[in-house]
């Protein structure tokens, strides 16, 4: 039947945006390898019965180039088109690696878009420079902390949140186990820390951010945005691999929101636990993430609790500042058991250009958060040769 | 400050959940690795940091056991407060691997609800009776294929869906890969193919449905679902590992969607890929996604261009079937490369339970869908001990 139809593939574009993939294959495999990519992730229908011509010409991947990198080792760049990831992230990230997820020894490295895809995309609404304005911080990274632990009342994390902006944090965020528990309910919730934050700044003169978290219940993710902004927040933190990626995308997009947005990365860590599959750190924390908006990614430090590598750090450094069309660099956030004694490290490898978060240990010395936040910030400005910032008399 | 504080931890109910983690840590580090998950999942705080002793008591998880599995294995089993969990899918996918997902050698093997949490989800809104109940197909496996391949005109692929529910498929599902690109829009497509699948079950008196894939950004996945129903759709495909797991479970409960949904395995595979690390497949494409209120779960059978083992597979079925609180058994839909010559064996592993997918081998050999159909209709019944339906003289 079909062979006698016209098919609709004639009417797509011949635009094509390429994947990177790393295989675990042979020599002799490696091209049929890569040409099961080419049908899974568009036709997935066997190559003997794809119906026309059109729909193998214009629908199916084509192999750009299959490179070795070593013993079984190869990488594969497919130029899909780019009609079939349309307009849609969703689709976009089903088309980079939605079944070859599940298949054995399939890396996605990265991908590379021409304007005319990337641009269906307004990724950061801030990025780095956007989010330098907001705050005013011209000359240093950001600092950033959490605000935790879970389980003190609404008033106990307000007293917190004043503490670290009176201390000068820039960028304080809900811990993102804070969720719409009945102990910690966000509408209060939100509303003492904004204006925590706020009462700080009027002292300081500085112009902190408390960021809550919004990841939540599909329908409820826009609403709290929107309610968070009304109640005075300066962000947003999500975490995407909870509430999806396009859940953030909607809010970076949606202008009733536009506030600057720190991604998280709980539930993530599958995607980058084996060399030989998932999606690299790169790609994943920097790419997909810059893609649907935000304006800083979180991330496992080096040498933290967690367990990235200074190697797949860098690679996410690199992902959040590679040219991407129109769509702006954004900050890499490393976090995760990182101390204030490890600024320096810190400040050398990841540049001026970087959100620095510190959770736990910006408690301790326990007694003073202020001059520990103080402490954090003097440490970052010594590390980037800044001077330390003059006290104002009236900022505690 | 906080010491001197009343903590809002002490209104917290001492209901817990449990959830079970192989990991990989020797004998002498498998109580301090499954500690860390106690703090890591709540307050993620340092253990002498922490407030008070009500956040101590009440927040933070519990070591209810560890045994050692194997050399540098272990199982750890660790209850979480339930009100830490919420009433939230996000926060409670959170509590059960978010940061965790992150470090290495921990793999979550499953969760066991109490009722007063399983409660708070409806799951699935068919599930496997109220799934048989709407087609009326009550002594066999349900059998599923997917239109396919991308490419061809929503006129061509409505003509297969035609004749795939004259052959009697019981659920004719979108291929993942369609989503409301310019060559095949999601109305005009829904349109026309729910039309060709109730022409065909007025000339057949079966009941056959077709499951449009409602994949889609965060905003629209809602109003896909309600338009689809509108159009004369009978199901859903969704892939949550694209739209997220919330988004899910939103169109389950939503009562102007109302159809029954079969979830795609799309961008899941990384949970998978280590035996390690990730989520075990029962926990994933059994508990999560019943949780989350998938009717039918599609994942990659043993044996075919992907990766499943048997025992996998196993844990899956288990997963679709075991007792959870009031939330329905869904079906196991194994997919991925299936042919009608293994019909047999299917039927034995799988059971009378199951929903068996077959895509593009149901289109060999080329010429007559119906009839391709129709054997592997045959061949189930043959298979389950059913004898062969009846042919009705108006079904072509």
Redesign the interface.
Same mark, same amino acid.
């Given at each position: 039947?079909?062979n006698s139809?016209?098919?609709?593939?004639e009417?797509?574009s011949d635009e094509r945006f390429t994947a990177i993939y790393h295989l675990t294959a042979s020599d002799a495999e490696a091209s049929d390898r890569a040409w099961?990519i080419c049908l899974e $992730? !568009?036709?997935?229908?066997?190559d003997d019965? /794809?119906?026309?011509r059109? /729909?193998r010409e214009?629908?199916v991947g084509r192999i750009a180039s299959i490179v070795k990198l070593g013993r079984d080792r190869h990488e594969a760049r497919i130029a899909f088109p780019v009609? %079939?990831a349309?307009g849609?992230? !969703? $689709?976009l990230?089903? %088309?980079l690696?939605?079944?070859? *997820?599940?298949?054995?020894g399939v890396r996605l490295m990265g991908f590379e878009l021409p304007a005319s895809l990337a641009n269906r995309y307004r990724g950061p609404r801030f990025g780095q420079r956007g989010l330098r304005e907001r705050l005013d911080v011209w000359d240093r990274p950001l600092l950033s902390t959490?605000i935790? @632990?879970?389980?003190? *009342?609404?008033?106990?994390l307000a007293?917190f949140a004043y503490r670290f902006a009176l201390g000068g944090i820039d960028l304080i965020k809900d811990? #993102?186990?804070l969720?719409?528990?009945?102990?910690?309910p966000f509408r209060e919730r939100v509303t003492r820390l904004s204006e925590a934050v706020e009462r700080a700044n009027r002292e300081t003169g500085l112009r902190s951010a408390y960021l809550p978290n919004i990841?939540?219940?599909?329908?409820q993710?826009?609403e709290r945005a929107r309610l968070a902004r009304e109640l005075g927040a300066g962000g947003y933190l999500i975490?995407p691999?909870?509430?999806?990626?396009?859940?953030m995308?909607?809010v970076a997009d949606d202008d009733a929101c536009g506030l600057p947005i720190m991604s998280h990365?709980?539930?993530?860590?599958?995607?980058?636990?084996?060399p030989l599959?998932?999606?690299a750190h790169g790609a994943l924390y920097g790419q997909i993430t810059r893609l649907a908006g935000a304006d800083a990614t979180i991330f @496992?430090n080096y040498g933290g &609790?967690?367990?990235f590598s200074i190697d797949e750090c860098r690679d996410i450094v690199r992902a959040c500042n590679a040219p991407m069309a129109s769509i702006a660099p954004i900050f890499p956030a490393p976090a995760?058991g990182m101390k204030v004694e490890r600024t320096r490290e810190l400040c050398a490898f990841y540049g001026r250009d970087s959100v620095l978060l510190i959770?736990?240990?910006l #408690? &301790?010395p326990?007694g003073d958060?202020v001059a520990n936040c103080r402490r954090f910030e003097n440490s970052v400005r010594g590390a980037i040769g800044v001077p330390p910032r003059a006290e104002r008399p009236d900022s505690e």
């Open positions: 039947m079909a139809m016209p098919a609709c593939a009417t797509i099961d $992730q !568009t036709v997935e229908f066997p019965l /794809i119906p026309t059109a /729909i214009r629908i009609d %079939v349309g849609e992230l !969703t $689709q990230l089903n %088309v690696f939605g079944n070859v *997820s599940i298949k054995p959490a935790k @632990p879970m389980g003190l *009342s609404p008033k106990e007293e811990d #993102h186990g969720a719409n528990q009945s102990f910690v990841t939540a219940p599909a329908d993710v826009l975490a691999g909870l509430a999806g990626w396009d859940a995308r909607r990365p709980a539930f993530l860590g599958a995607f980058t636990s084996s599959a998932g999606i @496992p &609790r967690f367990a995760g959770g736990g240990d #408690h &301790r326990a958060l």
